[in-house]
């Protein structure tokens, strides 16, 4: 069976469609470079140009099969013999069963010398490379001539070194055709003579005969016609010469194929005997090679001792940058105010309206100070409560989280900064989880220190005295002035940070005044001022007014009645400095009076009008709540200091880390390896490349001793 499988070489598709116009071209090349490869290759390509339109129709056709009945079938022939059709066949499998007891024998039919493509002759040659015998077939009625192109190649070399030639068999074909006996012994004798003079071919190995007699003879072909022709030529010894050039290749085979084997054997022997020799002379270094460590122990002890001394730079860096980063942007603090500004509670006439239902019932009068003490404690007092310790404190512990743990990722990025690590460092990874568990015992603590417990300590402690007082107490009432008086100490810490002013006493404090709705202190002195309308400014110089408002807050009809006693008296000194006096000797008078805070407070709060209906109430509910927030984020988030604590705590961290001097250095000697690895493995290829070289090297001394 022989079936045919219809393509293309991967060459020719890509040009069939356009290769004529290119024919010219081509044929000028041929001319210009005068080169035979050349040539032979522009032939197939304008061959293929030329019977494009009769291999197109071959192309991606299936396979086509022909039985043993249709070998002199044309359609067969024609796909082989055919300078067109033979290029779309892409190959040809021939199913035999005549050859089922040579198994150990390979048979090439290889296209020939006079192939019609360059690829079939770069075949041939690489098939007869690897032959162990050649027989050349040759049709010595129609040439008996050698050509030069086939003598060259049949005294070229095989993979091995042999020349073609000296296994090469000869086989005069078709001689059955011969017109004469003359003309049949004159193509014997050329042919015959042309091998010897131009290949050295021994005479034992050229053969003559017809493959149609021989098939003849031994009962395959049924026609008489060619033993006939062979015995009219006076032929008949050809015509069992196919069995005779069996057996020689046979004797060959077993008696000069080998020995012609065995002398390429020790010939390769001996080359390659040369070649190792040669190879272990130029290599005679590396076989004297003494293996050294990758690194010494000298290079790891200045590297430990320059990256301890560069990570303590860098961590002494990072502590001062944290610090100026912290106390710059404030992030505790600024996460306070935004979270307070966020506070949306107002008190409206419909809060009020449904605590009176509540209180009252459906009574006219309006109980202002019962719904006031009810709002304050049922609705206000929670809600700010709610906010100070559990909103706000989540959203600080978040944040304290958010800082601390960007704080820790920088020790780490410093470390690998000094260590040169960066994103493709292949240990990259694994190092970071490795120092962090190192450093983690100098860690452990800052969750706990700053919990939501802490917070709530340290937000209560400012916050507390103010919704007592601000939040839970109506103004007037001696309910804010007892907690005030309870709380004093605290609200005075938190009125330096809410003014800023360190001079002025207790009841001239900005806080104070809010807290206790007291008239401003600018107020106070209008009272006096509107006392003495021209001679104010006369008065003014003597400081008495500044002195004493600056000194005590009392009732303003105290101080007016203190002022109109001794004016008179004042007025008398007729100069600056004597007035002065006249000033001292006044103050001296309201000091021996000997008022106490008590009593300066009771003065004062006398004064506080309480709020007598729904609209008062609204207005001083809400004046309470914008009261409260405005003293967090003026007075309590700058007591809180958060950001001072909080940078305490990092630094201490980071002292710890570098006090611990033995942390850094036994992290960066167990790990050198993995931190330099980039530069190590440099190193360690060429070690390892020196010693696989060493092997290979002793391998080929006791090839060399083997052989």
């Known amino acids: 069976?022989?079936?045919?499988?219809?393509?293309?070489?991967?060459?020719?598709?890509?040009?069939?469609?356009?290769?004529?116009?290119?024919?010219?071209?081509?044929?000028?090349?041929?001319?210009?470079?005068?080169?035979?490869?050349?040539?032979?290759?522009?032939?197939?390509?304008?061959?293929?140009?030329?019977?494009?339109?009769?291999?197109?129709?071959?192309?991606?056709?299936?396979?086509?099969?022909?039985?043993?009945?249709?070998?002199?079938?044309?359609?067969?022939?024609?796909?082989?013999?055919?300078?067109?059709?033979?290029?779309?066949?892409?190959?040809?499998?021939?199913?035999?069963?005549?050859?089922?007891?040579?198994?150990?024998?390979?048979?090439?039919?290889?296209?020939?010398?006079?192939?019609?493509?360059?690829?079939?002759?770069?075949?041939?040659?690489?098939?007869?490379?690897?032959?162990?015998?050649?027989?050349?077939?040759k049709n010595i009625v129609e040439n008996p001539n050698i050509r030069s192109h086939e003598a060259d190649i049949l005294k070229s070399y095989d993979e091995n070194g042999l020349p073609l030639y000296e296994k090469l068999f000869a086989f005069g074909t078709q001689i059955d055709k011969a017109n004469n006996i003359d003309d049949a012994k004159i193509n014997a004798s050329t042919f015959k003579k042309e091998l010897k003079e131009h290949l050295n071919i021994k005479e034992n190995r050229i053969f003559y005969g017809s493959p149609y007699?021989?098939?003849?003879?031994?009962?395959?072909?049924?026609?008489?016609?060619?033993?006939?022709?062979?015995?009219?030529?006076?032929?008949?010894?050809?015509?069992?010469?196919?069995?005779?050039?069996?057996?020689?290749?046979?004797?060959?085979?077993?008696?000069?194929?080998?020995?012609?084997?065995?002398?390429?054997?020790?010939?390769?022997?001996?080359?390659?005997?040369?070649?190792?020799?040669?190879?272990?002379?130029?290599?005679?270094?590396?076989?004297?090679?003494?293996?050294?460590?990758?690194?010494?122990?000298?290079?790891?002890?200045?590297?430990?001792?320059?990256?301890?001394?560069?990570?303590?730079?860098?961590?002494?860096?990072?502590?001062?940058?944290?610090?100026?980063?912290?106390?710059?942007?404030?992030?505790?603090?600024?996460?306070?105010?935004?979270?307070?500004?966020?506070?949306?509670?107002?008190?409206?006439?419909?809060?009020?309206?449904?605590?009176?239902?509540?209180?009252?019932g459906l009574k006219n009068e309006f109980p202002t100070n019962k719904v006031n003490t009810t709002i304050r404690k049922e609705i206000l007092s929670p809600k700010f409560r709610k906010i100070l310790e559990v909103e706000l404190s989540n959203i600080m512990t978040d944040k304290y989280q958010e800082v601390y743990t960007d704080f820790v990722e920088k020790i780490i990025e410093n470390l690998f900064e000094v260590l040169e690590i960066d994103t493709t460092h292949q240990y990259k990874n694994e190092l970071k989880t490795e120092f962090y568990n190192l450093i983690s015992k100098y860690l452990k603590d800052i969750t706990t220190t700053y919990n939501k417990n802490t917070f709530n300590y340290f937000i209560n402690k400012f916050t507390h005295p103010l919704i007592e007082i601000i939040i839970e107490s109506e103004k007037g009432l001696n309910t804010r002035k007892e907690r005030f008086e309870k709380f004093k100490k605290d609200i005075l810490s938190l009125a330096y940070y809410y003014e800023e002013d360190y001079y002025q006493t207790i009841f001239n404090k900005r806080l104070v005044e809010k807290i206790l709705n007291l008239a401003p202190r600018e107020e106070r002195?209008?009272?006096?001022?509107?006392?003495?309308?021209?001679?104010?400014?006369?008065?003014?110089?003597?400081?008495?007014?500044?002195?004493?408002?600056?000194?005590?807050?009392?009732?303003?009809?105290?101080?007016?009645?203190?002022?109109?006693?001794?004016?008179?008296?004042?007025?008398?000194?007729?100069?600056?400095?004597?007035?002065?006096?006249?000033?001292?000797?006044?103050?001296?008078?309201?000091?021996?009076?000997?008022?106490?805070?008590?009593?300066?407070?009771?003065?004062?709060?006398?004064?506080?009008?309480?709020?007598?209906?729904?609209?008062?109430?609204?207005?001083?509910?809400?004046?309470?709540?914008?009261?409260?927030?405005?003293?967090?984020?003026?007075?309590?988030?700058?007591?809180?200091?958060?950001?001072?604590?909080?940078?305490i705590t990092l630094i201490e961290i980071v002292d710890n880390i570098l006090k611990d001097e033995k942390l850094l250095r036994d992290f960066l000697v167990v790990n050198y390896e993995k931190i330099k690895y980039k530069e190590l493995s440099k190193e360690k290829e060429k070690i390892e490349k020196l010693k696989n070289d060493q092997n290979i090297l002793f391998n080929v001394q006791n090839i060399l001793r083997g052989l």
């Open 1 to 137: 069976m022989i079936s045919f499988f219809l393509n293309v070489s991967p060459f020719q598709l890509p040009f069939l469609f356009f290769l004529c116009n290119f024919c010219s071209y081509f044929l000028i090349c041929v001319e210009r470079y005068d080169d035979d490869t050349f040539a032979t290759i522009n032939k197939d390509i304008v061959e293929i140009a030329e019977g494009k339109e009769i291999i197109f129709q071959y192309l991606n056709q299936p396979p086509k099969y022909f039985d043993k009945t249709q070998i002199e079938n044309q359609e067969l022939k024609k796909f082989i013999t055919d300078k067109y059709i033979a290029r779309s066949v892409k190959n040809i499998d021939i199913e035999l069963s005549s050859f089922k007891d040579t198994k150990e024998m390979v048979l090439y039919d290889v296209p020939g010398f006079d192939s019609l493509t360059e690829k079939h002759k770069i075949e041939t040659k690489k098939s007869l490379d690897m032959a162990d015998a050649i027989i050349l077939i």
């Open 213 to 360: 007699a021989y098939l003849e003879q031994i009962g395959l072909y049924k026609t008489n016609h060619s033993i006939e022709k062979m015995k009219n030529l006076q032929l008949e010894q050809y015509i069992n010469s196919i069995d005779k050039i069996r057996e020689a290749i046979k004797t060959f085979y077993k008696n000069e194929a080998f020995n012609n084997l065995q002398k390429q054997i020790d010939k390769n022997i001996s080359n390659i005997k040369t070649i190792l020799n040669s190879i272990l002379e130029k290599n005679k270094d590396v076989l004297s090679y003494k293996h050294l460590e990758v690194y010494s122990q000298l290079e790891l002890f200045d590297f430990v001792t320059q990256k301890q001394n560069e990570y303590k730079n860098k961590l002494d860096e990072q502590k001062y940058e944290t610090k100026k980063d912290i106390l710059k942007n404030q992030y505790f603090s600024n996460t306070i105010k935004k979270q307070i500004e966020k506070i949306s509670i107002k008190i409206d006439e419909k809060d009020i309206d449904e605590i009176h239902k509540k209180e009252s």
């Open 525 to 647: 002195l209008d009272e006096i001022k509107k006392i003495y309308q021209n001679d104010y400014e006369e008065f003014v110089e003597f400081e008495y007014l500044n002195h004493f408002s600056n000194q005590n807050s009392v009732s303003f009809d105290f101080i007016k009645n203190i002022i109109k006693e001794n004016y008179k008296v004042l007025t008398r000194y007729d100069n600056r400095y004597t007035r002065r006096e006249g000033v001292k000797n006044v103050i001296n008078q309201i000091k021996e009076l000997n008022i106490t805070e008590e009593q300066k407070l009771n003065a004062l709060f006398s004064k506080v009008i309480q709020s007598s209906n729904k609209d008062e109430l609204i207005e001083e509910l809400n004046n309470d709540i914008e009261l409260f927030i405005d003293i967090i984020q003026k007075a309590v988030i700058p007591a809180l200091n958060i950001e001072t604590s909080f940078i």
